[in-house]
């Protein structure tokens, strides 16, 4: 059973706009919220996380907004670039035993065009 | 190293052969994590080491997998008797003490396997 869900699978976006990945998730142990980027050929890096205390979290281009109650988070990459191109992986670590251990989602492939 | 180091980078391997991957760790980290990355799939927890801790296996997919850390630094992940839905990327990541338990986990390049 697939305990965070991500969507959408794939996004293409214009250069300049918006991009938008959701992630929901059911385990109400879940209490932290990191997001991953992942290039190419390349290991997946920390991009941004949000604590379910906090409604937005805003890092340059980049927000987490987080609605607890409907147990769903998303990412906004304000002005998308091309160099914003990659996979995008939401995660959730849930409290108590076993807390080091993040759940992913299935990730988006991001494609920026010019 | 700088990062965390993953060899070899690919590895094309036969049915029924065994496999080792390798993870040299940020120096330092005291965590150790495996995931398999499969395409469409995400990524899968297997093993997580912490320092001197017995290490928790839970997400080893089956007995035909195995992992040692030794020295409490580099890691090495082996898979008896490849099946070629063991084809994946695996990836190695480490992490301060503190780090594992905030999610911000170092990852490395991962090891591609293919099983043919």
């Known amino acids: 059973q697939q305990q965070v869900k991500q969507s959408p699978q794939s996004l293409i976006v214009q250069k300049g706009g918006i991009s938008i990945i959701n992630c929901a998730y059911e385990?109400?142990?879940?209490?932290?919220f990191p997001w991953y980027q992942q290039f190419p050929g390349k290991g997946p890096a920390l991009l941004i996380a949000i604590r379910p205390d906090v409604s937005e979290k805003k890092e340059g281009r980049f927000t987490i907004s987080f609605n607890k109650s409907a147990k769903q988070f998303s990412l906004h990459i304000m002005d998308s670039q091309p160099g914003d191109s990659a996979t995008y992986f939401c995660a959730a670590r849930r409290s108590g035993a076993g807390s080091y251990q993040l759940t992913f989602g299935k990730g988006t492939k991001l494609s920026v065009i010019p | 190293g700088a990062g965390v180091s993953q060899s070899p980078s690919n590895k094309v391997t036969e049915k029924g052969k065994d496999v080792e991957l390798r993870c040299d760790p940020i120096s330092g980290h005291t965590a150790l994590y495996w995931y398999r990355q499969s395409l469409g799939q995400g990524l899968e927890f297997l093993i997580y080491f912490q320092g001197n801790s017995a290490p928790d296996k839970s997400g080893l997919p089956s007995d035909r997998f195995s992992a040692e850390r030794t020295g409490g630094s580099v890691s090495t992940l082996t898979i008896q008797r490849t099946q070629q839905e063991d084809s994946a990327v695996y990836l190695c990541?480490?992490?301060?003490?503190?780090?594992?338990?905030?999610?911000?986990?170092?990852f490395g390049e991962g090891s591609r396997l293919t099983v043919l």
């Open positions: 990541a480490s992490s301060s003490r503190t780090g594992a338990y905030t999610g911000e986990l170092f």
């Open positions: 385990n109400t142990a879940f209490d932290y």
